[in-house]
């Protein structure tokens, strides 16, 4: 194998399937790479808060091969450092594996390295984390995105074939477009949140980080299914296939004015429209759809979101697991305590956010109003999809920004949601894939099916990538 | 607009001690943020029922039959402090 780096995911699997390539030479060199990235620190791209300590031994032949895979923190895994980019769970060391680590891993693929992320999955850029930033490996000065940034900079990097992440609000689709590479978000419920440290439980929902569609169909294949621990996880209705459409003739492409003109940077409405363009060319109609709501959902998002975050993170008291804060006088100031001393600003906000919104004479306002516009979100999506088969939108409002440059507006750095948030209130599948470049850096394009469409959603995607072109190269270190 | 007093009361509820350097901007980073999602005030949405679920669910409850857990002394071994068969903690009252 001339260079076994360069392999997608999928094909390093056939290569190992066919006797051409050992899994444990392509562990060891994937190994070597994350390990000099995480010794670099700050100085490299800051992907990865833990890298695996030895290549495994030789497995028999499963589905995946053996290609190993990187896990953002959030995932528990058993005696493997698991932090969801906190320092309140400083130290703490599983007792247990979340399901879909636990699948991925039965079906052939190793846990490679955990990614860095921003705190509990609360941020759009990943400069929220106890282990420090993640750097874009398009240009180290920007972001990745967020929240799953390490897993998304890891494999636009090539330090990862593959990543797990995931996304409540857009954490694994806009990470995935500002590195110009694939993200997908599956429907809520398909794959299991067992062991996947809760932020927003009505939201939250793991998956594929990968360079390529066919790469995440694979990943896919793999991680849905019903699990007895999880009982909002649900049995996918059919098998996930490999994609292999190279047209969209007969194919309804609903465009929504409200996700794609106000708010929306200029050369990413450029490469957005271009994008459409080279859609029509491969027999896609396009057609105007309305989402009357979609306006609103990030005002429901930014409500919702922080009330259940609020209610999910009072479990790090300093009793059970994670850091304590020394020398508190009493129980209540240990509970205090260690909450002012582990937690980064971020959650602190959106735990008061949360609290303030569910608290007494406040509730109807903020919870119960969110909660009805949620409905009518959905509603939007449903009457939309009788009309067209996708929704095609830019994934996020701008292309990667700089590090720093909205650290210090917390609504600016939400408004980076604006584009993705509507599909997770929806529980829709939604999927990025890079559309093309502005000012040097890749622009994603944003498409969502109905709920349990990913096969279909996974063709229209794969020959979008074979129209594009989209060279990653680049990012490559 | 958030103040001060409301801060604090909103940081009681949520067991969480904000130092003096926090208070000031976390009432003006709530407000920003309030106001913003005030907009939703402006929608009618009078018979518009919550949303529960957004994926229709069905038969979500199994058998209530006992089945193994997770052994003591490893649950026991994350606690920042641990006495004989349980957590320790500091004293409700000091």
């Known amino acids: ?477 | 607009m958030i103040g001060r007093d409301e801060v604090l009361h909103v940081a009681r509820l949520a067991r969480l001690e904000l130092g003096e350097d926090e208070i000031e901007p976390m009432a003006r980073e709530l407000s920003a943020v309030l106001d913003h999602v005030a907009k939703i005030a402006e929608l009618d949405l009078s018979g518009v029922p919550p949303t529960s679920h957004v994926v229709e669910v069905t038969g979500a409850l199994r058998a209530d039959e006992p089945r193994p857990c997770l052994e003591r002394e490893v649950v026991l071994s994350q606690a920042p402090a641990v006495s004989d068969e349980g957590f320790l903690v500091p004293s409700p009252q000091a």
């Open chain 1, 1 to 477: 194998m001339s260079d076994i780096l360069a392999l997608t995911a999928a094909d390093a699997a056939e290569e190992i399937a066919m006797g051409r390539l050992s899994a444990e030479e392509l562990f060891a060199a994937y190994r070597s790479r994350a390990l000099a990235d995480r010794d670099a620190g700050e100085a490299g791209l800051n992907c990865f808060t833990w890298v695996a300590e030895s290549t495994p031994a030789p497995a028999p032949a499963r589905p995946l091969a053996g290609v190993p895979l990187a896990v953002k923190d959030l995932f528990c895994t058993e005696g493997v450092p698991s932090q969801a980019g906190s320092r309140i769970l400083e130290g703490y060391l599983p007792p247990y594996t979340a399901t879909v680590v636990r699948s991925l891993a039965d079906a052939g693929a190793p846990l490679l390295a955990k990614t860095n992320q921003d705190e509990f999955a609360m941020g759009s850029s990943t400069e929220n984390s106890a282990y420090g930033p993640v750097r874009n490996p398009w240009d180290r000065g920007r972001v990745p995105g967020g929240s799953s940034g390490g897993s998304a900079a890891a494999v636009a990097a090539g330090l990862a074939p593959w990543a797990l992440g995931t996304d409540t609000g857009g954490s694994i689709r806009q990470p995935a477009a500002l590195c110009g590479i694939v993200g997908l978000k599956p429907t809520y419920g398909s794959v299991s949140r067992y062991g996947m440290i809760a932020f927003a439980s009505s939201l939250d929902q793991a998956g594929p980080i990968t360079r390529n569609v066919r790469d995440a169909a694979l990943l896919l294949a793999h991680m849905v299914g019903h699990d007895p621990c999880d009982a909002t996880s649900i049995q996918f209705p059919e098998r996930v296939t490999l994609p292999h459409a190279e047209r969209l003739d007969g194919i309804k492409l609903g465009v929504p004015a409200e996700l794609s003109q106000d708010g929306i940077a200029p050369g990413v409405q450029r490469a957005f429209a271009s994008a459409l363009a080279r859609a029509e060319e491969l027999g896609a109609e396009r057609h105007d759809v309305a989402l009357p709501h979609a306006p609103h959902a990030l005002s429901a998002y930014y409500v919702l979101a922080p009330a259940e975050c609020s209610s999910n993170l009072a479990r790090y008291d300093g009793v059970r697991y994670g850091m304590r804060a020394q020398d508190a006088e009493d129980l209540l100031s240990m509970y205090t305590r260690t909450r002012h001393d582990g937690f980064g600003p971020e959650v602190k906000r959106r735990v008061m956010l949360g609290t303030y919104a569910l608290s007494s004479g406040y509730y109807d306002a903020y919870y119960g109003r969110a909660q009805r516009v949620r409905t009518k979100i959905a509603e939007d999506f449903r009457a939309a999809f009788e009309q067209v088969d996708f929704i095609l939108t830019p994934t996020a409002p701008t292309i990667a920004f700089l590090l720093g440059e909205k650290t210090g507006d917390p609504l600016a750095m939400y408004l980076n949601d604006y584009c993705t948030v509507p599909m997770s209130l929806a529980g829709v599948p939604a999927i990025s894939i890079p559309c093309g470049l502005s000012d040097g850096l890749p622009v994603g394009l944003q498409i969502a099916g109905p709920a349990f469409s990913e096969n279909r959603l996974l063709e229209a995607a794969h020959a979008l990538e074979m129209a594009f072109e989209f060279d990653g190269a680049p990012a490559r270190v």
